[in-house]
């Protein structure tokens, strides 16, 4: 094989690399734009690099920091926080109960069980 052989296969293996690495980028940077400008979330305020990525979430239970960080967050942000492009964190009441309580008392009703056979 010829030393310029070689280096044109070097180069369309570098080329395709290159390539590859591109859309990876474009493809992180368009999804970063989504959450950032176009999630049904992007109103909740939060540190920007938690609306864009998991990143920062991830950062925090490493360090330990977890709990603090939270804490701090709903300090300088209020009672809503958003902690990951698909997560919020908040610390109101009336919403926990929205959310978590049980509604109205509902009335259960025993049915009676019917067995029906069938011949084959």
């Known amino acids: 094989m010829s030393y310029n052989a070689m280096e044109r296969g070097f180069n369309a293996g570098f080329q ?5 690495s591109l859309i990876g980028v474009a493809f992180i940077l368009i999804h970063v734009a989504y959450n950032t400008l176009l999630h049904p979330l992007r109103k909740v305020p939060g540190p920007l690099l938690a609306r864009a990525t998991g990143l920062w979430r991830t950062v925090k239970y490493f360090r330990g920091t977890w709990l603090d960080d939270i804490v701090d967050l709903h300090r300088t942000y209020g009672p809503v926080v958003r902690i990951a492009p698909n997560e919020i964190s908040f610390v109101d ?5 929205e959310l978590y309580g049980h509604g109205k008392a509902s009335v259960k009703v025993c049915l009676p069980l019917r ?6």
């Open 16 to 20: 395709l690399l290159l390539r590859a």
């Open 93 to 97: 009441e009336p919403a926990l109960k």
């Open 115 to 120: 067995i029906i056979r069938t011949r084959m």
